[in-house]
């Protein structure tokens, strides 16, 4: 049994669910209707805009013209072919790292004391320049292997309940490593690129190819019982959140899948998926190298949880669980850090859209409050006010309001012709929303 000195330091992390299913794309309950009817409230309901990841081939020096952003556009009218696809159908699982490793670690030159002295030195950095006014902070490296298990206790909320004789398991676990770096060439013909991997840019030293980092993804997810450590596998080394350009790579899952996130489609023998099942899920994170774990440095943990920012909540008044508290924080032998979360009853079903959907909340209320426009000429301004009020008010300025939806056609075509109106109502189509 490890002593209470080596015993490892447990942090707390969030997880979140997403059910994505085909009626939480349309904004429609499919189990009752198939389209919604005129008037109908679900035309207001948040509607799931495609997947979009960073285009870094956008980034290329060349002589056509360069994007101003490397996301693409989303057309929201006329997307894809129109064929289902089954594999991103599921729950999507995201957990959130810890602030610590969001907050940079240094040492102030003004109030140096020995032990910040001796912490800033201990610390490893990347950057071994000197910032405005004392030393660059660094960022702690965050966890590359985390363990998402997912446990069906309540066996009859499954569906079809044949599944069970067909090899679905109560519990299946995977392994994501965060770190694992893939050219493109190396990725076989089966993988998903927006869901099984994410693009990175991987900067490892100063001379850097914008030519190659469109072709550059970290992130795997392999099934429990066949996952090993491989030590031969490219890696991104002393993987840190700033290690990428993108703000929103940790926190948005569509950014960071199979590195932080995973998709659960629900997959048993033969490729079939569950219609419908309630299952629990835990998150379970580590560092592959321990000279990489916030705690590896030689340095009293009370002083690394103050360069951490970071405290210990509770009570620890408890006879003897005091002592053993006090004695773990004045050690400064190096231990280990496991993340933790869990996230429980979460419910998968194909047909139906989740009794909570805090994306229609905020639909409803920008809908109600602030019409937004965006379209071609100045006066979607006006018609989009009109169009949100014109079931509101009453009276002449409700006429009014109805009368300028009416027109707005007319208004941009400016023509007595027959097929202009058509070619505005066209127009209007294609182009605003």
Not at 12 to 30: E, Q, R, T
Not at 182 to 204: H, K, N, R, T
Request: aromatic share 8%.
């Amino acid at each position: 049994m490890a002593s209470k000195i080596e015993q490892n330091f447990l942090l707390p992390i969030k997880v979140d669910p997403f059910i994505f299913n085909k009626p939480v794309c349309d904004a429609i309950d499919h189990s009752s209707k198939i389209d919604p009817e005129p008037g109908d409230d679900s035309r207001l309901k948040a509607k799931i805009a495609p997947i979009t990841q960073p285009n870094y081939s956008f980034l290329r020096l060349s002589t056509d013209h360069i994007p101003s952003d490397i996301l693409d556009q989303v057309d929201l009218h006329n997307v894809g072919s129109g064929d289902a696809r089954r594999a991103r159908e599921g729950v999507y699982i995201h957990w959130t790292l810890p602030k610590l490793y969001r907050s940079g670690v240094t040492a102030t030159r003004s109030d140096e004391t020995l032990q910040e002295a001796k912490l800033a030195k201990t610390i490893q950095t990347a950057d071994s320049g000197l910032g405005v006014g004392g030393p660059a902070p660094e960022f702690p490296c965050v966890p590359t292997r985390w363990l998402v298990v997912r446990t069906i206790k309540d066996k009859a909320s499954v569906e079809p309940q044949s599944a069970w004789n067909d090899g679905l398991a109560e519990v299946t676990g995977w392994v994501v490593e965060s770190d694992r770096r893939w050219e493109l060439e190396e990725l076989q013909e089966d993988i998903d690129l927006q869901i099984d991997v994410s693009p990175f840019i991987s900067a490892e030293t100063a001379d850097v190819s914008l030519q190659d980092q469109a072709k550059v993804f970290i992130g795997r997810k392999k099934e429990g019982l066949d996952w090993y450590e491989d030590n031969k596998a490219k890696r991104i080394p002393k993987f840190k959140l700033m290690l990428s350009s993108n703000q929103l790579f940790a926190d948005y899952q569509p950014h960071c899948s199979n590195v932080f996130s995973i998709v659960d489609n629900f997959t048993y023998a033969r490729e079939k998926q569950l219609s419908k099942a309630k299952a629990n899920y835990s998150v379970i994170g580590w560092h592959s190298e321990k000279s990489g774990d916030i705690f590896s440095p030689a340095i009293k943990r009370t002083e690394r949880l103050d360069a951490l920012q970071a405290q210990i909540k509770g009570n620890y008044s408890v006879p003897g669980l005091s002592e053993a508290y006090k004695e773990w924080l004045d050690a400064n032998a190096p231990t280990r850090t496991v993340c933790h979360g869990a996230m429980y009853d979460v419910e998968r079903e194909s047909f139906s859209k989740p009794v909570k959907v805090p994306a229609d909340d905020f639909c409803d209320h920008i809908n109600s409050t602030l019409p937004i426009a965006v379209g071609t000429s100045p006066m979607d301004a006006l018609i989009a006010y009109a169009r949100s009020h014109a079931d509101l008010d009453h009276g002449v300025p409700g006429d009014l309001e109805k009368q300028l939806v009416k027109l707005e056609k007319f208004l941009l075509a400016r023509d007595d012709g027959v097929e202009a109106p058509q070619w505005a109502a066209d127009m209007l189509y294609d182009w605003n929303f």
